[in-house]
């Protein structure tokens, strides 16, 4: 694999009590962004091309989110790329330039909105109970596994992968969500809204717990019948997660 860029990564730094049922709201998804930082300067094109090429990228992140959680890094091409967001192979190397970068572009178009969710929620609430920064990063984890099913794929195997890519989403995202989590859950354990337990060890059956069922979204149906994307199911997940995780 091409080594990852370090002034790409310079460059993205600076940017990235009572038990029972509770009753949960789902929220509005946040947008997606298109986070690819390598695209030529636009500043001069007219607005229809620059509508153009804002709405071929997001064509092209899509697609890739696809084959990427679909076939994996390696069994995705870019050439496969283009194909399943019907445009040409050249117009996906001249936004992206390499199969790693799109990969980069498209783990930012799908992560970028949520952790900044995420922390936008976080310095709101910074003094509130952990136990609703904990009930947010619940709420928001799923609505983000519901929207994008790919993201645990691709990350369940990459984990399993000592790549560079996996290194690069540690660094970017993963390790901060991490530690942003732990903490909510050790600080609700010391405020006696949160049960006993290894925090890193909740967190990820939290993370297990969230994501597993829009992976394995056909499975799940056949076996209870119901749609995990159908807002009510959402909702009762959301609730379930939340009497594991709160006494």
């Known amino acids: 694999m091409h080594r990852i860029e370090s002034d ?3 460059d993205v730094k600076k940017k990235a009590k ?32 620059r509508k153009r090429g804002d709405d071929v990228r997001e064509r092209v992140l899509q697609a890739a989110l696809e084959c990427f959680g679909r076939f994996g890094f390696e069994g995705t091409s870019t050439r496969a790329v283009a194909e399943q967001a019907k445009v040409t192979h050249t117009l996906v190397l001249y936004h992206f330039q390499s199969k790693d970068q799109l990969w980069i572009a498209t783990m930012e178009n799908a992560l970028r909105p ?37 993201i645990h794929r691709i990350l369940t195997t990459a984990s399993n992968q000592e790549t560079e890519r996996l290194q690069w989403i540690i660094d970017h995202f993963l390790r901060e969500h991490f530690t942003m989590v732990r903490d909510l ?63």
């Open 8 to 10: 790409r990564k310079s």
């Open 185 to 247: 859950i050790r600080r609700g354990q010391v405020e006696g809204d949160v049960r006993q337990c290894d925090p890193a060890r909740l967190y990820y059956h939290i993370i297990g717990a969230g994501g597993t069922p829009y992976t394995l979204a056909t499975e799940y149906k056949a076996f209870t019948g119901r749609d995990v994307f159908s807002e009510v199911e959402i909702l009762r997940n959301i609730a379930f997660i939340y009497e594991l995780v709160f006494i």
């Open 18 to 49: 009572s038990p029972g049922r509770v009753a949960v709201r789902l929220k509005n998804a946040s947008p997606a962004v298109t986070a690819d930082r390598k695209a030529e300067p636009k500043k001069n094109l007219p607005a229809a091309s």
């Open 114 to 150: 949520y952790i900044a969710a995420m922390k936008e929620s976080r310095e709101k609430s910074k003094d509130a109970p952990a136990r609703e920064g904990l009930k947010n990063f619940i709420e928001q984890f799923i609505m983000l596994s519901a929207r994008y099913p790919q």
